[in-house]
């Protein structure tokens, strides 16, 4: 607005300067050729006359200008536009209309990402509420049931107490994950990068699971590599990483096996943890890393977990500007991959 005001102003000045520099050049023109003072003066009121002309021509084009930014404006702040494509102006006025369509498109998908950040947080919200609920009640229940007389049944105490346990354990992986997200998506954790042998890394991650692999009768099968490799990263976040995929590879797989294979690229090292487990359906396939979604509910549940393990996974692993892959056939097992600098 200010700019057009600007442009009329100043054409008003031009054309006030334009008829003084005439006024005065057909003064002297007057002085110097005096049996040509009429005519002279004739054309001087012919040019005069003419000025205003132009003069109010362009006052009423800069104000139909002005209105037509008025009403584009206006009809933006109604929210009448639903793409910038729909913003038209005069064609003498191209340039601000792409810094208007510039405009709103920045605006509009500033309120489209607060709506949508509104929506995220108003789940976010309802799944932690819901996912505090499961284990809180049935640490409630049980003690309830202790308390009205099952403490001194030793066929039951035990069992109630030990459930419960599970239970808080369960509560405090939530909490944990919860502040791991939290700090995630805020920009508050920090990674400390450094190299590191891949041998001793992997060998202490192996050995917690073996227990595990052994009572559900799987193998677990790490495959030889280059003793050697080293790879840079933070070391305790790709623990968290490579110990949250191998888990969720033997919990669900029932028979079979897991495999970890590590290979070495011109550049990079590349991770893939493989299972012959339940597999995901194509359609959860683009899904799977989003915070609290589970393919199966009741079966997560039944086997644990908080259903933020993969969306920290996938923070962590881009942070380390990488990408995690995933292929998975139902029935027939999933793989996931990624790959660090070596």
Excluded at 195 to 202: G, I
Excluded at 291 to 314: H, M, N, P, Q
């Amino acid at each position: 607005m200010k700019s057009i005001n600007d442009n009329l102003n100043s054409s008003q000045i031009v054309l006030k300067q334009i008829f003084a520099y005439s006024a005065l050049f057909f003064f002297i023109l007057a002085l110097v050729f005096p049996f040509y003072g009429i005519k002279i003066l004739i054309l001087f009121f012919l040019i005069f006359f003419f000025d205003i002309i132009i003069l109010y021509s362009a006052g009423r084009k800069r104000n139909s200008e002005l209105e037509n930014i008025k009403e584009v404006i206006h009809s933006i702040r109604k929210n009448e536009f639903s793409s910038p494509e729909e913003i038209k102006l005069d064609k003498n006025l191209a340039g601000l209309e792409e810094e208007i369509k510039a405009m709103f498109f920045r605006t509009h998908n500033d309120i489209e990402n607060l709506k949508r950040l509104e929506r995220i947080r108003t789940e976010f919200l309802g799944n932690v509420s819901h996912e505090l609920r499961t284990p809180i009640f049935a640490i409630q229940g049980f003690i309830e049931t202790l308390l009205n007389g099952a403490l001194n049944d030793p066929k039951v105490n035990r069992n109630f107490l030990e459930k419960a346990n599970h239970h808080t354990e369960n509560l405090n992986q939530l909490l944990n994950d919860l502040i791991d997200i939290s700090m995630i998506e805020s920009g508050e954790m920090r990674m400390s990068f450094r190299y590191f042998p891949l041998k001793e890394f992997m060998g202490h991650i192996i050995t917690g699971f073996r227990t595990l692999t052994e009572d559900k009768n799987l193998e677990l099968i790490l495959y030889p590599f280059n003793e050697n490799l080293q790879v840079l990263g933070d070391k305790n976040k790709l623990t968290q990483v490579i110990i949250n995929l191998i888990q969720n590879a033997i919990k669900y797989t029932e028979q079979g096996k897991v495999e970890i294979i590590i290979e070495e690229e011109l550049k990079f090292v590349r991770f893939t943890i493989k299972d012959t487990g339940i597999g995901i359906a194509k359609e959860n396939l683009s899904r799977i890393f989003e915070r609290f979604y589970r393919v199966d509910k009741d079966r997560s549940r039944s086997v644990g977990g908080t259903g933020l393990g993969l969306a920290i996974v996938k923070h962590i692993i881009e942070a380390h500007g990488a990408k995690i892959e995933v292929e998975s056939e139902l029935g027939k097992g999933s793989q996931f991959s990624f790959k660090l600098k070596k």
